[in-house]
C-alpha cells in the first residue's frame, strides 16, 4: 500500500509539472515574446470589436467585399480539411462552373485559379494579389471608388507568399476587406 501511494503522488506531481506547469509555462512566454499570436491573431474593427483571426479564412459574399478562396468545409474552423473529391468527381467541376459564373469570367478575363479551387485546410485566409486584382473592378463599381485606388490597396498589403517556391504575392482577405472599410466609400 505504501508503493502505490508513492506512486499515486508521482503521478499526480508529475501530471501537474508536465501538463498544466509546462502548458502555462509556454503560454506566460508566449504572452510576453508575441502577445498577438498567443491570443490568436484577433483582429478588430475600429470600435473594438474582434471580427475574425487573420490565420482562418471566413465567408464574404456582398458585393462590396472582396471574396475569399472557396472553402470545402464552408470556413468552419472545427473542422478544417479538404473535400477528398478526386478532381475528376462531377460536383468538383460543378462548383468551378458555378465560381466562374459568379465572378462573370470569360476567356479573355480568365479568372486565377485560386478563387475558383478551396485550399487544403479549407481555412486559406489569402488569396493571390493577382486575385485580388481581378476582383478590384467589381469592388470599385459597387463602392464607388477608382478602380485604381482598390488595386493600389490591394498592393500596399500584399506580402511575398514564400519565395522561391511560391514568388508570387499574396494577401489577407480579411484585412483586406477591413482596410477597404476604413477607406470607405463614395456617394
Request: proline content about 7%; hydrophobic content about 45%.
Amino acid at each position: 500500500m505504501k508503493n502505490l501511494a508513492a506512486s499515486l503522488r508521482i503521478g499526480a506531481t508529475s501530471l501537474l509539472v508536465c501538463c498544466l506547469g509546462y502548458s502555462l509555462l509556454v503560454l506566460a512566454f508566449a504572452r510576453i515574446v508575441t502577445p498577438s499570436t498567443a491570443e490568436g491573431s484577433l483582429l478588430h474593427a475600429p470600435d473594438g470589436r474582434v471580427v475574425g483571426s487573420r490565420l482562418i479564412a471566413q465567408s464574404f459574399t456582398g458585393d462590396r467585399y472582396f471574396w475569399p478562396r472557396p472553402s470545402a468545409v464552408n470556413y468552419d474552423a472545427s473542422a478544417a480539411g479538404g473535400s477528398n473529391l478526386s478532381p475528376a468527381n462531377p460536383a468538383v467541376a460543378e462548383r468551378a462552373r458555378g465560381l466562374i459564373a459568379r465572378y462573370g469570367a470569360s476567356s479573355a478575363a480568365p479568372l486565377p485559379a485560386d478563387l475558383v479551387t478551396a485550399s487544403g485546410s479549407g481555412l486559406d485566409p489569402h488569396i493571390s494579389l493577382e486575385a485580388a486584382e481581378y476582383q478590384a473592378p467589381r469592388i470599385a463599381r459597387n463602392r464607388g471608388l477608382r478602380e485604381s485606388d482598390v488595386r493600389e490597396l490591394a498592393g500596399l498589403l500584399a506580402v511575398p507568399a514564400g519565395e522561391p517556391l511560391a514568388p508570387e504575392s499574396i494577401v489577407n482577405v480579411l484585412e483586406l476587406n477591413l482596410a477597404l472599410d476604413k477607406l470607405g466609400s463614395r456617394p
